[in-house]
């Protein structure tokens, strides 16, 4: 049994590494004593790669391979990975993504197609890296009614806001570092508005709630406006600032999902996963509260997902593994302005005492925040539990010139 790894990137060359390197105990546990790598699909050239002879640029050599089984998909973008991850399914032959932008946008389409090919689409590595998520939401949990998915699913944004927190870095400083190390998407943009962290929750939400949910219906914050006197008030509130990709099922069948910066407190076990670190929570029924935490973004971590799902390839070739959701919905997205929530708000004012009298006459119950160096025409506070709509119609009656409104979390 052969395989093919198209794109021979950071995730790529890492898959080619692992998989050379363990390459006996890989094939003893995929029961595929024939296992072995035969194309690398590049059209860059490697010329001094231990792996030269294998690279080809021609996507056709694969597809017309019969002895090809196995693909795996790590060019990442949307084209032409979707053409060639679809033919591969037509062809017959499983494939392995790591394409976060391609499950979360043509996912309900490529797992139909796999079904209709008996062969597998699987993906564990677009979401978490190296956490194991996927399979754990399909299999270990599928006992239970998920209620609620919340987590940090990018390690750029999660790196920036550590050193943001830890060492009062600014934010461009902490953005050049990750890029240095290699963490950031090519367009850095993708992590730091939130784009990625939106792409991964859409993939869980769609495993975990059953129908496919698209990246263009759900409302996207970055954290690019988050400065260091916010992170100063998260201090004194008790708790951090993370960026969050969460998804809940609401009582009228809708689904609560939205990325967005939020306050995380102290004691919560998101607020400890720290640097390139992701951690992800999943609320179940039965189960109550797990989570997920490990190396979310990078080379061999990635790699590590990649390599598994190929094995669970192998060892599954002749049969479809029972894997996927259910056709997209319209209206399946709630608008996150009817969802209450609890907002933290920094404003620049003109008087303290008669701005504090009215924010409190008009949302009663609001908690002021203090920290140092704070001049007197500034205000901050975090709000009761209110609709998020309302909430915000209430913020802009009042004399306040918004500088920055959080999302404040309950876990
Ligand atoms: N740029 C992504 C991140 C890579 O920082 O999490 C892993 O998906």
């Known amino acids: 049994m052969q395989i093919a790894v198209m794109g021979y990137g950071i995730v790529g060359s890492g898959v080619v590494e692992l998989f050379e390197k363990h390459k006996q105990s890989i094939i003893s546990k995929s029961t595929q004593n024939d296992l072995m790598l035969k194309y690398i699909l590049e059209i860059r050239d490697f010329p001094d790669s231990p792996y030269y002879s294998l690279f080809t640029k021609d996507f056709n050599k694969i597809l017309i391979d019969d002895d090809i089984k196995i693909v795996v998909e790590t060019m990442g973008g949307l084209n032409p990975a979707y053409e060639y991850v679809s033919a591969c399914l037509r062809a017959g032959k499983h494939v392995v993504s790591s394409n976060k932008e391609l499950v979360a946008t043509y996912g309900y389409e490529l797992l139909k197609l796999a079904d209709e090919n008996n062969v597998n689409f699987l993906f564990e590595a677009s979401v978490g890296g190296g956490i194991p998520i996927i399979r754990p939401i399909n299999q270990c949990l599928a006992a239970n009614e998920i209620d609620e998915i919340a987590g940090i699913l990018n390690g750029t944004t999660n790196f920036i806001l550590t050193k943001m927190f830890g060492e009062n870095m600014s934010f461009d400083d902490a953005l050049k570092l990750a890029q240095e190390k290699g963490f950031?998407?090519?367009?850095?943009?993708?992590?730091?508005?939130?784009?990625?962290?939106?792409?991964?929750?859409?993939?869980?939400?769609?495993l975990g709630f059953g129908n496919h949910i698209y990246p263009k219906d759900i409302h996207t914050e970055g954290i690019s406006s988050i400065k260091l006197e916010d992170i100063e008030y998260a201090k004194s509130w008790g708790g951090t600032i993370k960026l969050i990709g969460k998804a809940k099922i609401l009582d009228n069948g809708k689904i609560n999902i939205i990325v967005s910066p939020a306050f995380v407190q102290n004691h919560s076990q998101l607020a400890n996963a720290d640097d390139v670190f992701n951690a992800i929570l999943v609320r179940g029924d039965a189960i109550g509260e797990v989570v997920f935490y490990g190396r979310g973004a990078g080379k061999l971590p990635t790699a590590s997902a990649v390599v598994a799902d190929i094995i669970d390839c192998a060892k599954h070739n002749s049969g479809k593994k029972s894997f996927g959701w259910g056709i997209p919905i319209d209206n399946y997205v709630e608008n996150h302005l009817n969802v209450p929530v609890s907002l933290y708000v920094r404003a620049q004012i003109s008087d303290f005492l008669s701005t504090l009298a009215a924010v409190e006459d008009v949302i009663p119950g609001v908690v002021i925040l203090k920290r140092k160096d704070a001049g007197s025409d500034e205000l901050a506070f975090v709000t009761p539990v209110e609709k998020e709509g309302s909430l915000r119609e209430k913020l802009n009656s009042l004399p306040l010139n918004l500088l920055s409104v959080i999302r404040v979390t309950d876990y």
């Open 184 to 206: 950031a998407e090519k367009d850095p943009s993708a992590d730091v508005d939130g784009i990625d962290s939106c792409r991964k929750i859409c993939i869980l939400a769609s």
